[in-house]
């Protein structure tokens, strides 16, 4: 029922931005925690950021806090993840993940996943 695709990664360099979008398909979309994870190559999918279903409240890792920002526009179908002041350790594939609830740092906590988006930064 509920579809996540992202868009929005590509190839900048260190101290640049980004902004990451997860359509969703479905009408779940507004009730569903939204999440984003990471996972660069030979490490495991770690949790980045997440929302609860009114937006009121944020949760980001401690490596990001104070340079992304997690958004969700109900009306629009749509989560963003904006990345400012990027660094290379930031490189990996970011997958946008919705659920019900619980703990959001742990995958298991998400049912639904998109095909996720390559971002790198180069030094």
């Known amino acids: 029922q509920v579809q996540l695709v992202e868009s929005g990664g590509g190839l900048v360099q260190a101290g640049e931005s980004l902004r990451l979008s997860c359509e969703i398909s479905g009408r779940a979309f507004g009730r569903y925690v939204m999440g984003w994870f990471r996972q660069a190559p030979g490490k495991e999918r770690d949790f980045v950021a997440a929302?609860?279903?009114?937006?009121?409240?944020?949760y980001y890792a401690d490596s990001v806090k104070g340079r992304f920002t997690i958004s969700r526009d109900n009306a629009k179908n749509t989560a963003y993840l904006q990345m400012n002041s990027l660094k290379p350790e930031d490189t990996a594939v970011y997958y946008c993940a919705a659920g019900p609830g619980g703990n959001y740092f742990e995958p298991s906590s998400f049912g639904h996943w998109g095909q996720g988006t390559q971002v790198t930064v180069s030094s």
């Open positions: 929302i609860s279903w009114s937006g009121a409240t944020t």
